[in-house]
């Protein structure tokens, strides 16, 4: 059995304590039940508060200072079949070592998808 995905999202708003991205529901990210495969919701969470902690800087392979994941803490409340999701990131606590994010997945009508808490490093 092949099995294909694709994940896209954008980032649609970025500032120095919040980020915002979207993520469209497509085929290659559900599961067989037909709603949003819980790793793919992970992961855009997970992307979107490293983008946080990034700030302006730009991630390249293997760069230094990149902001890895210790701690992934993920609540998933709900689902959905179509539309988009919209992941709101913040910081919990800014540290010079440990940073903490709070970030909320939405679907439609702003109900809750998933609460995420991520702890990250700079590798």
């Known amino acids: 059995m092949k099995v294909e995905g694709n994940i896209e999202f954008h980032v649609v708003e970025q500032m120095p304590e919040r980020v915002v991205s979207e993520m469209p529901i497509q085929p290659g990210i559900k599961n067989p039940y037909g709603v949003v495969n819980a ?23 293997g760069m230094a200072g990149f902001p890895l994941a210790i701690t992934l803490n993920a609540n998933f409340v709900s689902n959905q079949k179509e539309g988009t999701f919209r992941a709101v990131s913040s910081f919990i606590k800014k540290g010079k070592r440990v940073n903490v994010v709070r970030t909320t997945v939405f679907g439609k009508s702003n109900r809750l998808i998933a609460d995420v808490t991520t702890n990250h490093v700079a590798a």
């Open 39 to 61: 790793g793919a919701i992970l992961w855009f969470a997970d992307v979107t508060a490293s983008i946080l902690v990034l700030g302006s800087c730009l991630p390249t392979e």
